[in-house]
């Protein structure tokens, strides 16, 4: 019980981080994308650069009893389509979450087409693709 009150904690921060940040405004994302304001690109730059080097110190303090998986051949191309919905959406699957939470009822739309998306994948790598997923409960 105490795990899931300090998970929902965190997850509450994290909404309101990203609500303060702008993160959650459509047109933030939007000026972030097209490299009119920086604000939100060094923001979250500098987000991903702090979490690689606690990456490599987490790995080097206690090692993980599980090996990197190798990346996949989709991954380049989930890659594209997720940035691709992120640019058009303003929003990733967090930040729409967010938006709903603010009362953006235009982030409906986001997070159904977030929920398509994967029915759409799992019905398309079931019957044509069929990659190793490699994955992580196995």
């Known amino acids: 019980m105490r795990e899931k009150v300090f998970v929902a904690l965190v997850a509450v921060a994290l909404g309101f981080s990203l609500n303060r940040i702008g ?3 459509w047109d933030e994302v ?14 979250f730059a500098s987000a991903v650069g702090f979490l690689a080097v606690a990456w490599i110190a987490v790995r080097r303090v206690s090692r993980p009893r599980w090996a990197p998986r190798p990346i996949h051949r989709g991954t380049v191309l989930g890659g594209a ?4 919905g992120w640019a058009i959406a303003g929003a990733c699957p967090a ?4 938006q709903i939470g603010e009362g953006q009822l235009g982030a409906l739309f986001t997070l ?4 398509l998306g994967n ?8 019957r044509w693709l069929r990659w190793d997923t490699a ?3 196995t």
């Open 135 to 137: 994955r992580c409960d």
């Open 119 to 126: 029915l759409v994948y799992s019905v398309v790598h079931e």
């Open 81 to 84: 389509l997720f940035g691709l």
């Open 112 to 115: 159904g087409g977030v929920l």
């Open 23 to 25: 993160f959650s405004s």
């Open 95 to 98: 930040v729409a979450l967010v």
């Open 30 to 43: 939007h000026a972030m994308f097209l490299f009119s304001d920086l604000r939100l690109f060094l923001t």
